[in-house]
């Protein structure tokens, strides 16, 4: 029903930036949340940014002033721009939305990407 691609990933040195994108596509009536989260190896998932609909952004205290979501509706793609990135934000970058769907009455249904990898190079 709901598809989110994620691109952007890569290998880059520490204090580079990277930027990710992730793009939903399918039965959405309204995208009610779009975030970031992150897991690395032997690590459990963990937010890294949360942009809700006409709400504030939310982020990590490790990835503030550092990283930047956005959101474009109309393209129904959620945006992290990653600049100073250190080492530690080495891990699978997982997209996430929370949508409504037409014909479905659950006003909240939850959604990943596949994951895109990030590794930073000391």
């Known amino acids: 029903q709901v598809q989110l691609v994620e691109s952007g990933g890569g290998l880059v040195q520490a204090g580079e930036s990277l930027g990710l994108s992730c793009k939903a596509s399918?039965?959405?009536?309204?995208?009610?949340?779009m975030g970031w989260y992150r897991q690395a190896p032997g690590k459990g998932r963990e937010l890294v940014a949360t942009s809700p609909s006409g709400g504030s952004t939310r982020y990590a205290d490790s990835v503030k002033g550092r990283f930047t979501i956005s959101r474009d509706d109309a393209r129904m793609t959620v945006y992290l721009q990653m600049n100073s990135l250190k080492p530690e934000d080495s891990a699978v970058y997982y997209c996430?939305?929370?949508?409504?769907?037409?014909?479905?009455?659950?006003?909240?249904?939850?959604?990943w990407g596949q994951g895109t990898q990030v590794t930073v190079s000391s």
């Open positions: 996430n939305a929370d949508v409504s769907l037409y014909g479905w009455f659950k006003p909240s249904n939850p959604y």
């Open positions: 399918g039965n959405i009536r309204n995208i009610n949340t």
